[in-house]
């Protein structure tokens, strides 16, 4: 059976304390593995497609990277605006796991 | 462009009720879905279409109809409304051409009584 899972499912962060985000994944066949952030009351907001193990993307603070099984989301040096809940999804399934919900405080 | 929009934002309805949520997209994107949210459950895909006049359904179809008339728009009718669908919706829409990476709206909090 196709899955997704995210972990840990909250994380509480100092800013600037680093840290990493998990989302490993069962499906046959991936095609692509997104990220996105979602603020409380409003929608997803993409951050990364990730295709082929190895493959590594950049925005700012945060860092995808992917395995055969898992990828991760790398904070560095977060900031109180990154807090949010983020959520990963494999595509053609269109499987989203249950996100970790992610503050950073002053 | 506004993107993906959806009406209306929040919605109370009793049992046994049945209603439209609204979802429009102007960026011609060929595929379009719809998912809910839960606590606890992640988001969960209830319908999606690759285009006008293709449908097909998700994860939890159930108690749920969609058409899609034209490349825009993609509503989502509840057909008899049950508490269990008490939730927040969300439609999304994405292009080939950009790694099917999706849109989403703004959500409409569905509560149903």
């Known amino acids: 059976e196709d899955q997704v899972t995210q972990s840990p499912e909250a994380l509480r962060l100092q800013e600037g304390e680093s840290s990493s985000l998990n989302c490993s994944y069962t499906?046959?066949?991936?095609?692509?593995l997104f990220w996105y952030r979602q603020d409380p009351g409003k929608g997803p907001e993409f951050l990364f497609t990730?295709?082929?193990a190895g493959e590594e993307k950049e925005k700012e603070r945060l860092k995808a990277t992917l395995t055969k099984k898992e990828s991760f989301l790398h904070i560095t040096a977060p900031k109180p605006e990154d807090s949010a809940t983020y959520l990963c999804a494999v595509t053609d399934k269109l499987i989203f796991g249950t996100g970790t919900r992610l503050q950073v405080f002053p | 462009n506004a993107g993906v929009t959806q009406t209306p934002k929040f919605q109370v309805l009793k049992t046994g009720q049945s209603m439209t949520l609204q979802c429009a997209q102007d960026m011609n994107h060929e595929y379009m879905s719809w998912y809910r949210q839960d606590p606890g459950m992640g988001l969960r895909l209830i319908h999606y279409s690759v285009g006008a006049g293709i449908t097909d359904q998700g994860e939890v179809p159930n108690g749920y109809n969609v058409s899609r008339s034209t490349t825009e728009d993609f509503p989502l009718r509840l057909l008899s409304a049950a508490p269990s669908q008490t939730s927040v919706y969300f439609c999304a829409s994405s292009y080939s051409g950009q790694g099917y990476k999706q849109y989403f709206g703004p959500g409409t909090r569905l509560t149903v009584t």
């Open positions: 990730l295709y082929s």
């Open positions: 499906v046959s066949g991936l095609r692509g």
